[in-house]
């Protein structure tokens, strides 16, 4: 195992891209489609399933670490293994070998002394693009006979998709991230570029409802995106805190208020869905809560069966104490009842 390499702290955009997988994964789908190039893009109507993305390694000494992948996932049995990144950090090639092992052993096969692996096909997001950031990134395998086998890591940065390209390529998975490629301009405490940048996130929020009012969204999707946007935006924005003003009085409150109203209505009825067809745990807590309460309880127990962590869970459901209590309560009577 490499002693140098060092898992990077999570930041929001780490929980934003985890957010986009649990409650939007079907956005995700243009974004394999374009950063493989798929001969055989995958159709928008195939199940994308969440797998659990901690992964165990043993390290020196016998001791074992946990590391956790920014996404692992399976659309039409084949496995995809995405990292997002802000830059390159010179270690993240590794870490890609370290994940694309670790998923093709848990989902290998044996049999008669014979170990089957199968890779993933596994890609690179980069959230800022510099003079260091490649192409794509390679890795060669050398076999006992002295034989090498390579093959590439395609990489995509955000920088090189305008938003018409987002568009037209349906990558609205990207939008969320958009306002990276005006990060500089925010950091002019003096006013010098923010009416572009105003410009530029009014701009997004035109489009969205326009993919919204056209049916190329659901509610659910629109109101992700959106308030994915907004963290993402608000984050880069933390050191002008003048011009995220601007920019949130720019977005004003009526904007989301039919489909909040409509997600909610979504969220509602799904877990009705949900609670007449698995019964218990969302159905004890979620009977007990209202509104936004409701929709963080769904995300978190979501989040749980997926294989993710507590921490991640009620990271990315953004579930307040009260309401984590109660999906607690639930989740404990539905394990008594089982």
Not at 42 to 71: T, Y
Request: aromatic share 10%; with cysteine; net charge negative.
């Amino acid at each position: 195992m490499w002693g140098f390499f060092r898992r990077r702290s999570g930041t929001p955009y780490d929980d934003v891209f985890k957010t986009m997988l649990v409650k939007g994964s079907r956005l995700v789908i243009p974004l394999i489609n374009e950063m493989f190039h798929l001969k055989e893009p995958i159709s928008m109507d195939e199940d994308v399933k969440l797998e659990s993305n901690e992964h165990f390694f043993n390290l020196e000494g016998g001791e074992q670490a946990k590391r956790e992948s920014d996404s692992s996932i399976e659309i039409g049995g084949r496995h995809y293994h995405v990292e997002c990144m802000c830059y390159d950090d010179g270690t993240i090639v590794v870490r890609i070998f370290e994940y694309a092992v670790q998923i093709a052993m848990e989902h290998s096969t044996y049999s008669d002394n014979h170990l089957t692996l199968e890779l993933p096909n596994s890609g690179v997001l980069y959230l800022r693009k510099t003079e260091k950031t490649p192409e794509k990134l390679v890795i060669s395998i050398r076999l006992p006979e002295g034989d090498e086998m390579s093959y590439d890591v395609p990489v995509m940065a955000l920088s090189d998709y305008s938003l018409e390209d987002i568009i037209s390529k349906k990558l609205y998975f990207l939008m969320p991230f958009y306002m990276f490629n005006l990060e500089k301009s925010m950091y002019n405490k003096d006013g010098d570029g923010n009416e572009k940048v105003v410009m530029t996130f009014a701009s997004l929020i035109e489009k969205l409802n326009e993919l919204y009012e056209a049916g190329d969204m659901n509610a659910n999707e629109y109101y992700l995106v959106y308030n994915m946007l907004r963290k993402v935006t608000e984050s880069l924005t933390r050191k002008n805190q003048r011009l995220w003003k601007e920019m949130d009085e720019t977005m004003g409150g009526h904007v989301l208020r039919l489909a909040i109203d409509k997600y909610v209505d979504y969220g509602e009825r799904r877990g009705l869905k949900k609670g007449r067809k698995e019964g218990r745990q969302e159905g004890m807590a979620i009977g007990e809560a209202n509104g936004a309460d409701k929709n963080a309880i769904i995300v978190y127990n979501n989040c749980l069966e997926r294989g993710m962590s507590e921490k991640d869970a009620i990271a990315i459901s953004e579930i307040s104490d009260s309401a984590l209590k109660k999906a607690r309560e639930g989740r404990n009577k539905f394990a008594d009842v089982k």
